[in-house]
């Protein structure tokens, strides 16, 4: 089945720092999506960006589908951009496969 | 709206007691899912639904039974639970277009059970 890496697994930055973080896949995918866990354990969806470039805010989102590859950009982050954040693509079944996640830390 | 609402939030059973998940969700979405969440393991889906009346097995089936009687609720059983079976489970949905999930994905709060 498809496979989805993401990296780095950890980072730590400063409050105000930028960060780009990567999500490789296997396979063409029709859909990928980019979702953020909190603290609190609760998951929202991002981005859906099967490919091109969307912005929300300090947040950005390009994928390169050709290449197989999304990037998420967090701009001047604060400590509330602190969690998990996950890249999922489109599986053989048609469902959503996660990749482990990058765990984000922002210090004040 | 609601969105995806999952009961209970914590739940401690012993290893052979049953028990069922709630999932309800208020935006006329037809596909639900139910995924597990383990650390270091990502989330694994469980099972899903496409409709009312229609359900398949994801990546980590075994121990779970699911049905789909309403477009709105998606429960989810635990027949005889396992200690492996400790874990969060998060329930979640989309409306398709196009295809089954050519639209985000939305989730619901998680419930953390403990099976001991």
């Known amino acids: 089945g498809i496979q989805v890496e993401q990296s780095p697994p950890d980072l730590i930055l400063q409050e105000g720092a930028n960060s780009t973080l990567r999500c490789n896949f296997s396979?063409?995918?029709?859909?990928l999506q980019w979702f953020h866990q909190n603290p609190w354990g609760q998951l929202i969806n991002l981005f859906y960006?099967?490919?091109g470039t969307k912005q929300n805010g300090r947040l950005s989102a390009t994928t390169v589908a050709t290449e197989r590859y999304s990037l998420l950009y967090i701009s001047s982050s604060q400590t509330t951009d602190s969690g998990v954040y996950f890249c999922?693509?489109?599986?053989?079944?048609?469902?959503?496969?996660f990749g482990k996640g990058t765990k984000l830390s922002v210090k004040p | 709206n609601a969105g995806v609402t999952q009961t209970p939030k914590f739940q401690v059973l012993k290893t052979g007691q049953s028990m069922t998940l709630q999932c309800a969700q208020d935006m006329n979405h037809e596909y639900m899912s139910w995924y597990r969440q383990d650390p270091g393991m990502g989330l694994r889906l469980i099972h899903y639904s496409v409709g009312a009346g229609i359900t398949d097995q994801g990546e980590v089936p075994n121990g779970y039974n699911v049905s789909r009687s309403t477009t709105e609720d998606f429960p989810l059983r635990l027949l005889s639970a396992a200690p492996s079976q400790t874990s969060v489970y998060f329930c979640?949905?989309?409306?398709?277009?196009?295809?089954?999930?050519?639209?985000?994905?939305?989730f619901g709060n998680g419930t953390r059970l403990t099976v001991t």
């Open positions: 979640a949905s989309s409306y398709p277009q196009g295809g089954l999930l050519n639209s985000p994905l939305h």
């Open positions: 999922a693509v489109e599986g053989s079944q048609g469902n959503l496969i």
């Open positions: 960006i099967p490919s």
């Open positions: 396979d063409s995918v029709n859909n």
